[in-house]
Antibody, heavy 122, light 107 residues
Framework: EVQLLESGGGLIQPGGSLRLSCAAS????????MSWVRQAPGKGLEWVLG????????SYADSVKGRFTISRDNSKNTLYLQMNSLRAEDTAVYYC???????????????WGQGTLVTVSS | DIQMTQSPSSLSASVGDRVTITCRAS??????LAWYQQRPGKVPKLLLY???TLQSGVPSRFSGSGSGTDFTLTISSLQPEDVATYYC?????????FGPGTKVDIK
């Protein structure tokens, strides 16, 4: 059974940094691209970043480019999201999502974690 | 960037009704269109991909159609457990935009 477990969310002041983790199990982690998708309170879904199965390719939404970094450690079956220069508008539940393919150029998501809430506020 | 729109933004229908949701892409995405269901307080769930292919385990009352820029999701006979927000997604090219969602509830 595929399981994705996010951690690392919390309350952070504007301008601060936070690192999220997503521990994966139940599938061959290195064979699949992974993404982070966020959902602001009461709002819709927004894809923010993706990384290929090998970790060699990444893709970012303009809203986070230069501030957020996605990475993965295939030896630990773990996905990461480093968030810097956080803004109030980054407040959201951040979901780790498993891609159907190994490439990040086509990102369709068949499994989602439960999400971790990041609140950016002073 | 490709923009995704959906209509209606919300709808209310009776159990057993046929429900149709429309999704439009700002430019052609072939059939790289997915539909997700998010029940209240729950995680999104993949319903269909390639515009019309049902994900494993999804009831056959869900169906999809379309290609290019115009797509539809149909629930042939609405059930109480279908109360949810439905999102379409372009997965053809980054950014992999989602539509704003269509909230479906029971009349």
């Amino acid at each position: 059974e595929v399981q994705l477990l996010e951690s690392g969310g919390g309350l952070i002041q504007p301008g601060g940094s936070l690192r999220l983790s997503c521990a994966a199990s139940g599938f061959t982690f290195s064979s699949y691209a992974m993404s982070w998708v966020r959902q602001a309170p009461g709002k819709g879904l927004e894809w923010v970043l993706g990384i290929s199965g090998s970790g060699g390719s990444t893709s970012y939404a303009d809203s986070v480019k230069g501030r957020f970094t996605i990475s993965r450690d295939n030896s630990k079956n773990t996905l990461y999201l480093q968030m810097n220069s956080l803004r109030a508008e980054d407040t959201a539940v951040y979901y780790c999502a498993k891609g159907v393919y190994s490439t990040v150029s086509t990102s369709l998501f068949d499994h989602w974690g439960q999400g971790t809430l990041v609140t950016v506020s002073s | 960037d490709i923009q995704m729109t959906q209509s209606p933004s919300s709808l209310s229908a009776s159990v057993g009704d046929r429900v149709t949701i429309t999704c439009r892409a700002s430019q052609g995405i072939s059939n790289y269109l997915a539909w997700y269901q998010q029940r209240p307080g729950k995680v999104p769930k993949l319903l269909l991909y390639a515009a019309s292919t049902l994900q494993s385990g999804v009831p056959s009352r869900f169906s999809g159609s379309g290609s290019g820029t115009d797509f539809t999701l149909t629930i042939s006979s609405l059930q109480p457990e279908d109360v949810a927000t439905y999102y379409c997604q372009n997965y053809n090219s980054a950014p992999f935009t989602f539509g704003p969602g269509t909230k479906v509830d029971i009349k």
